[in-house]
């Protein structure tokens, strides 16, 4: 009994000796990694075959987003504004000819009703500007928000006029969208019509 138990432990021995390859300082090849300097895209599956190198590709054009601003209040252009609108008439955006939003707003000096025709007033006198310029009236729309979405705090904490939040109040949000407005389709002519 004892002579069959030595039988069965040697091989197991054995095979528990082989395993153990800590002192052996030679790696397996199938182990060793691809040399540091390989830098083209080869096929983990064939490394043979090449893979295409990636085309470069153009960032996509977002909407161009400005700010006119009125800081002295009033409705009139001044040279400062009229130079921001005449950057805006260079950019991309506007030259391929997208919608253009025109969203004005002012300080809450004043009383609703009154801040939301100045407000037009604004966006108006920027969109006569551009139209001026050649850029056709229907890719324009003016939106009139008053004294409803300020940037900065109209008022200091006690409740005094806070200046320098007025004046930047009192804008025009410009937006250009990238791609041009699409007219509605003509609807198909009925039966009978030619």
Same mark, same amino acid.
């Given at each position: 009994?004892?002579?069959?138990?030595?039988?069965?432990?040697?091989?197991?021995?054995?095979?528990?000796?082989?395993?153990?390859?800590?002192?052996?300082?030679?790696?397996?090849?199938?182990?060793?990694?691809?040399?540091? !300097?390989?830098? !083209?895209?080869?096929?983990?599956?064939?490394?043979?075959?090449?893979?295409?190198?990636?085309?470069?590709?153009?960032?996509?054009?977002?909407?161009?987003?400005?700010?006119?601003?009125?800081? !002295?209040?009033?409705?009139?252009?001044?040279?400062?504004?009229?130079?921001?609108?005449?950057?805006?008439?260079?950019?991309?955006?506007?030259?391929?000819?997208?919608?253009?939003?025109?969203?004005?707003?002012?300080?809450?000096?004043?009383?609703?009703?009154?801040?939301?025709?100045?407000?037009?007033?604004?966006?108006?006198?920027?969109?006569?500007?551009?139209?001026?310029?050649?850029?056709?009236?229907?890719?324009?729309?003016?939106?009139?928000?008053?004294?409803?979405?300020?940037?900065?705090?109209?008022?200091?904490?006690?409740?005094?006029?806070?200046?320098?939040?007025?004046?930047?109040?009192?804008?025009?949000?410009?937006?250009?969208?990238?791609?041009?407005?699409?007219?509605?389709?003509?609807?198909?002519?009925?039966?009978?019509?030619?």
């Amino acid at each position: 009994m004892q002579l069959s138990r030595s039988l069965l432990l040697l091989p197991l021995t054995a095979a528990l000796a082989a395993c153990d390859r800590s002192g052996d300082e030679t790696p397996n090849a199938a182990m060793t990694p691809p040399p540091a !300097e390989q830098t !083209e895209a080869v096929s983990i599956m064939r490394p043979d075959i090449e893979l295409p190198e990636p085309e470069p590709t153009e960032p996509a054009l977002t909407p161009f987003r400005a700010i006119v601003a009125f800081p !002295e209040g009033g409705t009139k252009l001044t040279g400062e504004t009229k130079a921001v609108l005449d950057r805006i008439m260079k950019t991309e955006q506007m030259e391929l000819g997208g919608p253009i939003t025109l969203r004005s707003h002012t300080d809450s000096a004043g009383g609703d009703e009154t801040n939301l025709d100045v407000s037009e007033e604004r966006g108006l006198a920027v969109a006569e500007w551009l139209i001026e310029r050649g850029v056709n009236p229907d890719r324009i729309t003016v939106i009139p928000l008053g004294e409803q979405n300020p940037i900065q705090p109209n008022a200091n904490p006690d409740g005094s006029p806070f200046a320098r939040g007025r004046a930047a109040n009192r804008r025009v949000e410009v937006e250009i969208g990238v791609e041009p407005e699409t007219a509605e389709p003509a609807a198909p002519p009925e039966a009978g019509e030619d």
